[in-house]
């Protein structure tokens, strides 16, 4: 049972300094409630592979299924059944929270009422309340990015994407953000599929991984499997075993997360 | 959470694209309403042609029918469109790097509504300070038969339109408005100058006037200037229809194709 599956997806991208293969044929599944960590170094592909099962951006080759959905053959069933925050989120600055949320509803086919019933419950879920009526420029990035959530939660979706989505939060929020991953999948079974660059954060969130590097799948498993696999040891720390499965030198000595 | 995953609600009273139109219209009418600065300020430039330019006109032959009034302000009319639209693309970039984009398109709102709803805000902007631009005309010294000045504002929207949707097809596919300014400005200057929007080509030499035939503009204005005297059925209203309503047509086509594929 998946709820996504790629077969030899693939992207190249053609610029004037001729064609970039970004994912050269990436082959990956992932069970309905999984939550999956898609790691890899700067350039690897992971926002390309995101962008490309969100319908962002039309693969070159190879195939996918998402909730059901083939990616090129109902590329509007799949944008129903998703839900995708990017790196740099999603709202403009000058509409209020609560705007961009009703105004979401309604993209997602509810009327009036029930978009203006659906962002109240939202703030509710995501601590939001207070903040309905600011304009999204007045937020911090934990509160943004919490109402970039509650945005793509908007039609209760099957598969939550997220790329990056812990970048430039602060502690605090990176906890409650975790939480609230975890949450999801808890009470709603909601499959999130993140990309990440923070060790801990894969480790502490991530049922399983996949390493990505130079486009293709690197290595995946359970955080402990990687650590056992190629750390070589299961006291090794997730970024030996990243270190080792992409080849970038030895591991500095101290254990603070590292933007790869 | 007290949420059951169950399916969206779905009620559409409206058929998707117009229902999709008209919510990014709202949202981008909106934010047009916003900032009064933004509504007006494209009417500073016709307008100051129409005070600083205007009057040397009135008593200079201009190989036309009608007060020099009649010439200028179709004209000025066509240039609020073609500066307006052109630039449109402008807000699409910023909308770019805040993510907007890509928010908008991840969600199953239909492609074309994403464009026109934009491009009918543009067109719906434009239209008013087009009404506004004729009211100071007429202050100025303007008469012109009500039907003439209607048609007047139909061109404006069909104008408006068209190069709306290529702005925003043109800002799709770039990434900076660095790249995105030049190419805007290398099209519009000419277009201006070729077009007649000033003052008629029937006053160029032969060699300028035939130029300005292969600019789809000079048909709009040349159609224009003739309604403004209350010469309805000519060859020329009848050539300016045709290429407006043409170069509509291939522009939102060619928007909506960005607009389907583009992986900005």
């Given at each position: 049972m998946t709820i996504i599956s790629t077969a030899g997806l693939a992207r190249t991208f053609h610029t004037q300094h001729g064609p970039v293969e970004a994912v050269r044929g990436i082959d990956l599944t992932v069970r309905p409630g999984e939550i999956l960590g898609l790691l890899g170094p700067n350039g690897a592909g992971k926002t390309t592979t995101l962008r490309m099962l969100t319908t962002l951006l039309r693969p070159t080759g190879g195939a996918a299924t998402v909730a059901g959905c083939?990616?090129?053959?109902?590329p509007v069933g799949v944008r129903r059944a998703c839900g995708y925050v990017a790196q740099s989120g999603g709202?403009?600055?000058?509409?209020t929270a609560r705007e961009e949320l009703v105004t979401q509803g309604r993209l997602y086919g509810l009327t009036k009422a029930q978009a203006v019933e659906r962002a109240e419950e939202l703030a509710r879920e995501m601590d939001l309340v207070e903040l309905l009526?600011?304009?999204?420029?007045?937020?911090s990035g934990g509160q943004r990015r919490r109402l970039d959530i509650a945005m793509a939660l908007t039609h209760r979706p099957k598969v939550l994407f997220l790329d990056?989505?812990?970048?430039?939060?602060?502690p605090g929020s990176r906890a409650g953000l975790w939480d609230l991953v975890r949450r999801l999948r808890d009470e709603h079974g909601t499959t999130v599929f993140l990309t990440t660059h923070y060790l801990d954060e894969a480790d502490a969130l991530a049922d399983r991984l996949v390493i990505v590097d130079g486009g293709t799948v690197a290595a995946e498993g359970t955080p402990g499997a990687l650590k056992r696999t190629y750390g070589g040891?299961?006291?090794?720390?997730l970024q030996d075993a990243f270190l080792a499965i992409t080849g970038r030198g030895p591991a500095p000595a101290d254990t603070a997360p590292v933007a790869v | 959470m007290p949420l059951p995953p169950d399916q969206p609600r779905t009620l559409m009273p409206l058929p998707p694209l117009l229902h999709d139109t008209a919510l990014i219209y709202g949202r981008y009418l909106r934010q047009s309403l916003r900032s009064r600065f933004a509504l007006l300020f494209g009417l500073l430039m016709p307008l100051l042609y129409l005070l600083?330019?205007?009057?040397?006109?009135?008593?200079?032959?201009?190989?036309?029918?009608?007060?020099s009034w009649q010439v200028l302000v179709p004209g000025l009319l066509l240039q609020l469109a073609l500066f307006g639209a052109s630039f449109a693309g402008f807000t699409i970039i910023v909308e770019k790097s805040q993510g907007v984009v890509e928010r908008l398109r991840v969600?199953?709102?239909g492609r074309l509504a994403l464009l026109l709803g934009r491009v009918l805000r543009d067109a719906t902007v434009l239209l008013f300070q087009a009404v506004l631009l004729v009211l100071a005309a007429v202050a100025m010294g303007l008469r012109a038969p009500l039907p003439g000045i209607l048609i007047g504002f139909a061109f404006v929207t069909l104008l408006a339109v068209s190069l709306a949707s290529l702005s925003y097809a043109l800002a799709m596919r770039v990434d900076t408005p660095q790249q995105f300014a030049p190419v805007i400005n290398a099209l519009t200057m000419p277009s201006m100058l070729l077009s007649g929007l000033?003052?008629?080509?029937?006053?160029?030499p032969a060699w300028l006037d035939a130029l300005s035939?292969?600019?789809?503009l000079r048909y709009l204005v040349d159609a224009v200037r003739d309604a403004y005297v209350?010469?309805?059925?000519?060859a020329h209203v009848l050539y300016g229809a045709l290429v407006a309503v043409a170069l509509a047509a291939l522009s939102v086509t060619v928007g909506t194709r960005v607009f389907r594929t583009a992986g900005a």
């Open positions: 083939d990616l090129l053959a109902d709202t403009d600055p000058q509409v009526d600011r304009r999204t420029a007045a937020l990056e989505p812990t970048t430039g939060l602060d040891s299961p006291d090794a720390s | 600083f330019f205007g009057p040397l006109l009135t008593h200079l032959p201009l190989g036309a029918r009608g007060s969600t199953p709102a000033l003052v008629p080509m029937t006053l160029a035939r292969l600019v789809p209350g010469s309805y059925a000519t």
